[in-house]
Structures are given as structure tokens and as C-alpha cells.
């Protein structure tokens, strides 16, 4: 069955402590890693699609990255307004909706 | 441009009413999604539809859920018979006409259940 794990949970930082979110994957065929931000009450934001191993994407203090067995999202001296869960998600060559993981919450106190 | 738009933002419907929840997509996307959001829990694919093929419904967790989407826009999901456990965010995407690209999420509609 195709599975996606995230982990922390649940992550705490001080401003301008670089860190790093862990996404998980088995899949029957990657067709597509996806991640997203979502702030309280409102729905996912795109960030980042990977589609091969060794594949890099960097916005702003966010860096993605993807192996075969997971990706990591890689956080860069954040600031107070990076705070929100970050979704990751897969899509596989047997269809086209997205499996998700259940999120990180990042939480960057000042 | 616009973004994906959902309707209402919240509703609050008594158990064993039936409930609309209406999404429009970005204009000429051809794709669209429903997911399910419960609280603590990943997203959950419910139905998708891909401009005139029928639609994938293997998500939809029981049939008091059905879904449709009227002249390739706009879709509407309807619950019937509302229960608590229908109580989540319902989230809607969509994506261009490129295969495998991504999905645009609206800011999805909190539906309560009491």
C-alpha cells in the first residue's frame, strides 16, 4: 500500500535555527513529491515538486530535496513568519490524486 | 489571477441534514479534486475529475457522498444524511491541462456537524 510518513510531528525552533523536516515514502512508481505549507484555517500552499532522486529546489530559506526512500525539506535560519504545518505528498503512476502525510507543525518563536 | 474559490467558508448543519459545498476552479484547469481534512489527520482524497472522463470516485467513503461538476467548471459535493463524523474541512484543487502537474488548493469550507 502506498504510504507517507512525516516525521517530527511537531518541531520547535528558535529564530535563525536551521533545521530539517523528514518525508517518507512507499510508493508503487513516484510519479511526483509534492510539498506544500498550510496556515491555520486556510488551504495548502504550493512550495516545491520533486520528481527524481538527487533532485534540489530552493525558495527563499526553504530547500527541498528527494532520495528514493524520502525527501527533506531543509529550513535555513527561520524566521517567526515560516510557522505553519508543512504537508508533504505523493503522487504515483496509478493515478493522479496526491497521498499525503499527516504534516509537521514548525513552530519559530523569536 | 483568481485562485481556487470554495463556498460557503463554514457550515453548520444538524446531523441528518444534507449539505452542498461548492468549489470553482482556476479558470481553464481542467482537473479537479475534493479532499477531506479531519482534524489531526493527512488529507484524504475523496473524487476527481478530469475534463470529460468519468470521474474517480474510489475515495468517497460511503455513499451519502456524491459529487458532481457541471459543464467542466464548477463542482459541487453533496453529503446526505449528514453524520458527525462527516464534521472536517473539504478541501478543492485543481491543476491545468498538463499531466502530472500541480494541484492548487482552495481555502477550503469547515463543515460542523452538531
Known amino acids: 500500500e502506498d504510504q507517507v510518513t512525516q516525521s517530527p510531528e511537531a518541531l520547535r525552533l528558535q529564530e535563525g535555527e536551521s533545521s530539517s523536516l523528514n518525508c517518507s515514502y512507499t510508493?508503487?512508481?513516484?510519479?511526483?513529491l509534492f510539498w506544500y505549507r498550510q496556515d491555520p484555517g486556510k488551504g495548502p500552499e504550493f512550495l516545491f515538486t520533486l520528481y527524481s532522486a538527487g533532485e534540489e529546489k530552493e525558495k527563499e530559506r526553504l530547500k527541498a530535496t528527494l532520495t528514493k526512500k524520502e525527501s527533506f525539506l531543509h529550513i535555513t535560519a527561520p524566521k517567526p513568519e515560516d510557522s505553519a504545518t508543512y504537508l508533504c505528498?505523493?503522487?504515483?503512476?496509478?493515478?493522479?490524486?496526491?497521498?499525503f502525510g499527516t504534516g509537521t507543525r514548525l513552530q519559530v518563536f523569536p | 489571477g483568481a485562485g481556487v474559490s470554495q463556498s460557503p467558508s463554514n457550515k453548520v448543519t444538524e446531523k441528518g441534514k444534507d449539505v452542498e459545498l461548492r468549489c470553482d476552479p482556476i479558470s481553464g484547469h481542467t482537473a479537479l479534486y475534493w479532499y477531506r481534512q479531519s482534524l489531526g489527520q493527512g488529507l484524504e482524497f475523496l473524487i476527481y475529475?478530469?475534463?470529460?472522463?468519468?470521474?474517480?470516485k474510489s475515495g468517497l467513503p460511503s455513499d451519502r457522498f456524491s459529487a458532481e461538476r457541471t459543464g467542466g467548471s464548477v463542482s459541487t459535493l453533496t453529503i446526505q444524511r449528514t453524520q458527525q463524523e462527516d464534521s472536517a474541512v473539504y478541501l478543492c484543487?485543481?491543476?491545468?491541462?498538463?499531466?502530472?502537474?500541480?494541484?492548487?488548493f482552495g481555502p477550503g469550507t469547515r463543515l460542523t456537524v452538531l
Open positions: 505528498a505523493v503522487r504515483t503512476h496509478n493515478t493522479d490524486k496526491l497521498i
Open positions: 475529475f478530469q475534463g470529460n472522463s468519468a470521474p474517480d
Open positions: 484543487a485543481s491543476t491545468p491541462p498538463t499531466s502530472g502537474t500541480t494541484q492548487y
Open positions: 510508493v508503487s512508481g513516484l510519479r511526483g
